[in-house]
């Protein structure tokens, strides 16, 4: 199984709405991470987790929340997001070891809407 | 501050001709280099990379060119097919004990013309 599976697929939200992304993989990687791409620009890092530990987070705002049950699992809880929170949200995950090719293999992402 | 570039939003190529995209870093720290190639309402899918202890990697009609005192590097694709045809970014990576954060180019649209 290659697969990063996403879900929902597309998620309309309102501004006062509580909602959460999901993420899945079982390649047995131990990183996992969270992207978002808005329209004609390239993916931007937010989150890192390596062995369900975060270990990286860009400054993201604290209307995102990661969650990272267990190793095969990765969630985005967001709440009270705004209308440019608008855009695609990525998960990757990777082998997480030190060295070696560690290439991201990434999911189809969620099409978020804030209105 | 775009620490990775490429500097051609779009490409046309003729089918069977060679594609050549082009990613400018100027991160020296960056270690390794990756290319992702993306559909439309898809996630990016991993195509080749490159360490940089090395100048060239090829995977089948997939070659990365790696010129580090010039901080740029090149995927060719060669011969180009219909199939070629998404987004390609080039994605950079400066280790941190096995969770990479990758910056990536702004993309290149590629259009195979048939």
């Known amino acids: 199984d290659t697969e990063v599976t996403q879900t929902p697929k597309h998620l309309v939200m309102g501004m006062t709405n509580k909602k959460s992304l999901k993420c899945e993989q079982h390649?047995?990687?131990?990183?996992m991470y969270w992207y978002k791409q808005k329209a004609k620009k390239p993916p931007e890092l937010m989150f890192v987790?390596?062995?369900?530990?975060?270990?990286i987070n860009e400054s993201v705002p604290s209307r995102f929340s990661p969650e990272c049950p267990n190793s095969s699992l990765l969630n985005l809880h967001l709440h009270a997001l705004q209308p440019e929170d608008s855009a695609l949200y990525l998960c990757?995950?990777?082998?997480?070891?030190?060295?070696?090719?560690?290439?991201?293999?990434f999911g189809p992402g969620t099409r978020l809407t804030v209105l | 501050d775009q620490q990775v570039k490429q500097n051609s939003p779009s490409l046309s190529v003729q089918e069977g001709r060679i594609s050549i995209l082009n990613c400018d870093y100027t991160?020296?720290?960056?270690?390794?280099f990756l290319w992702y190639k993306k559909y439309p309402a898809e996630g990016p899918t991993f195509l080749i990379s490159?360490?940089?202890?090395?100048d060239k990697n090829e995977d089948g009609r997939f070659t990365v060119f790696l010129n580090k005192s010039a901080k740029h590097l090149s995927l060719h694709i060669v011969p180009s097919q219909p199939g070629d045809s998404a987004v390609y970014f080039c994605?950079?990576?400066?280790?941190?004990?096995?969770?990479?954060?990758?910056?990536f180019g702004t993309g290149t649209r590629l259009t195979i013309i048939p």
């Open positions: 390649m047995g990687h131990r990183a």
């Open positions: 990757a995950s990777s082998r997480g070891q030190p060295g070696g090719r560690n290439e991201q293999f």
């Open positions: 994605a950079a990576r400066a280790s941190n004990f096995g969770n990479e954060k990758l910056t």
């Open positions: 991160n020296s720290m960056f270690d390794y």
């Open positions: 490159i360490s940089s202890i090395k």
């Open positions: 987790y390596s062995y369900e530990k975060l270990s």
